[in-house]
């Protein structure tokens, strides 16, 4: 799904009222019935429901909204919040329509601030698209009622306050809600996570804007959706062999970290690899034999980190069609050596993880010796030592897009919402995954994933969409079976299906 910028939003809609064709007061009309319904398959009518409407267009739609509410006889109070002389058009008309069946409430100075109780709905329609200055005046003072208030808070297509694609300002006024119910499409603002408190809960309801015009309209930035990502997934020919399903080598673990190597190796195989082999420390031999019975282990010479130096005759590295890196190898200089090495002799893409990633940030000249589009999946901190701090989060956006681009790296940011950037300047971003996967050795098992699809020959950018795709899927059936508070990682890997 794309996301589109302000302005572009700003056009769809414009496009869908010339070319639908419909009148924009009717699609306004359909946006507050399409928040209506959202509303009352949630909530019923024994809580009191407060509106605060500002004087544009989104206090037009909350404006529709008390109506729409009203008719359905729940309990609703409208205020309209006085900040200028000045209303839309479809303002007036919905205001017009509202005065007839109920009672508005002007609020000029804060002494017009009602008190907001506990078990009340707030909905924010103060503030919608049209955001063009940060809050300031009456406007502030009821956005911070809001906030400082026990209800349930909705806001009504964006938090008002809250700019859509662009930083907001220190100190901005914002208002904070457990709900936003958007029209368009989800705007960058949603995914960023310095900005959750002013998002909560998002969930986006179609008012039929012109599919025809998103379509044609050119973005950078992507929203993962479970559709796109199944066109992806390849199914399985009736004659295939394990050997049409390539042959992945993952170089991981170390004393104390072996955990990681197996995390690894059991999701890689649970993630359709033909065959597995995994290179570990002498140390790590039996754990990863007795663990991983289905993976062929390859010990190093060294008892405790990976050296490079087998311990057994090698195969040569063009035997396997992909390499993942990085999950518990450590830092130490043996380990520098081998990846050096590792790095000038691979000619294929690779995935790069964790350590890996900790070693290339401190040693720069190995940059150019990854392989052009391999994937890196660095979590913030790794990805600010790879790169630099950022100032806010469409800062780190910009860093992100221009490392990967300059560099013709895969890159995934991992989060909620984690990133992926590619080498040709888009971004993608993931719609699945839950705050139970922020424990230990989740990003182990999305090493194992992203290498078994490179083995079977996915492209590199199709591999990092459909795997952190299916592994914050996978983290949402382990959720749904254990909870978040008890899940662990290797429990991501019992719970993927890729069907
Ligand atoms: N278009 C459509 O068909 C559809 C639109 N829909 C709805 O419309 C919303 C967008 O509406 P909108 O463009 O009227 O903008 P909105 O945010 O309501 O207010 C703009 C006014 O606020 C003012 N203002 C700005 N910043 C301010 C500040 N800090 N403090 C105080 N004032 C400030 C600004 O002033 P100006 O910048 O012009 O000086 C202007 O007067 C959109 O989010 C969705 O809810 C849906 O119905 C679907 C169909
Ligand atoms: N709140 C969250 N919502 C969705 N996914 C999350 C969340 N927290 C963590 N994750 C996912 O869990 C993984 C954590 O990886 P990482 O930080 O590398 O952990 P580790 O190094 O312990 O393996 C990433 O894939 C990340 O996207
Ligand atoms: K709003």
Request: hydrophobic share 30%; aromatic share 12%; charged share 25%.
């Given at each position: 799904m794309k996301i589109l910028s302000v302005e572009q939003t700003r056009t769809l809609d414009q496009y869908t009222i010339e070319h639908e064709p419909i009148a924009p007061i009717n699609l306004?009309?359909?946006?507050?019935?399409?928040?209506?319904?959202?509303?009352?398959?949630?909530?019923?009518?024994?809580?009191?429901?407060?509106?605060?409407?500002?004087?544009?267009?989104?206090?037009?739609?909350?404006?529709a909204i008390a109506r729409l509410l009203t008719q359905l006889e729940y309990s609703v109070q409208t205020y309209v919040v006085r900040y200028a002389p000045r209303e839309s058009e479809d303002f007036m008309h919905n205001h017009r329509r509202l005065k007839l069946i109920s009672s508005i409430t002007y609020i000029e100075n804060e002494r017009d601030i009602p008190v907001i109780r506990n078990r009340e709905v707030a909905i924010d329609a103060i503030l919608g698209l049209g955001l063009s200055r940060t809050t300031e005046g009456i406007v502030q003072s009821v956005i911070d009622a809001i906030n400082h208030s026990p209800a349930t808070v909705i806001a009504v297509d964006i938090a008002s306050g809250l700019f859509a694609d662009t930083a907001n300002g220190p100190n901005s006024t914002i208002i904070q809600p457990d709900y936003t119910v958007t029209f368009h499409l989800p705007k960058l603002a949603f995914l960023q996570p310095t900005l959750g408190l002013?998002?909560?809960?998002?969930?986006?309801v179609d008012i039929g804007l012109s599919r025809?015009?998103?379509?044609?309209?050119?973005?950078?930035?992507?929203?993962?959706?479970?559709?796109?990502?199944?066109?992806?997934?390849?199914?399985?020919?009736?004659?295939?062999?394990?050997?049409?399903?390539?042959h992945a080598l993952l170089l991981v673990g170390s004393y104390g970290k072996m955990g990681a190597g197996v995390l690894a190796s059991r999701a890689c195989l649970r993630s359709g690899v033909g065959l597995l082999t995994v290179q570990v420390p002498r140390c790590g031999y039996e754990i990863l034999q007795t663990t991983v019975p289905e993976a062929m282990c390859q010990p190093d010479g060294h008892l405790h980190i990976l050296s490079g130096q087998p311990d057994l005759e090698a195969p040569e590295l063009s035997t396997y069609?992909?390499?993942?890196?990085?999950?518990?190898?450590?830092t130490a200089p043996e380990t520098l050596a081998m990846l050096r090495k590792l790095l000038s002799e691979a000619q294929k893409p690779m995935v790069i993880d964790a350590d890996a990633?900790?070693?290339?940030?401190?040693?720069?000249?190995?940059?150019?010796?990854i392989p052009k589009n391999s994937i890196l999946t660095p979590h913030p901190k790794e990805f600010e030592r790879l790169t630099r701090r950022w100032t806010s989060d469409y800062d780190k956006l910009g860093i992100l897009r221009d490392f990967a681009q300059r560099n013709r790296f895969v890159v995934v940011l991992k989060g909620a919402h984690t990133a992926i950037a590619t080498p040709?300047?888009?971004?993608?971003?993931?719609?699945?995954?839950?705050?139970g996967m922020s424990t230990g050795g989740t990003g182990d098992v999305l090493t194992g994933i992203l290498t078994a699809l490179i083995a079977q020959g996915y492209d590199p950018v199709e591999a990092a969409v459909l795997g952190?795709?299916?592994?914050?899927?996978?983290?949402?059936?382990a959720a749904?079976?254990?909870?978040?508070?008890?899940?662990?990682a290797s429990d991501i890997t019992d719970s993927l299906r890729w069907d």
């Open positions: 306004m009309e359909r946006a507050a019935q399409a928040f209506t319904d959202w509303y009352t398959a949630r909530f019923d009518k024994s809580r009191p429901v407060r509106i605060f409407c500002g004087l544009g267009n989104n206090g037009g739609d909350g404006l002013y998002v909560g809960e998002w969930h986006w025809a015009f998103i379509e044609r309209t050119p973005t950078t930035y992507f929203y993962t959706t479970e559709k796109e990502v199944r066109h992806l997934l390849r199914p399985r020919n009736r004659f295939s062999h394990k050997g049409s399903f390539g069609s992909a390499i993942g890196v990085g999950p518990g190898i450590g990633i900790n070693l290339i940030a401190k040693n720069r000249d190995l940059i150019d010796k040709d300047g888009t971004t993608h971003f993931n719609s699945t995954g839950n705050p952190v795709f299916e592994h914050g899927r996978a983290g949402d059936r749904q079976n254990r909870g978040q508070i008890g899940l662990m």
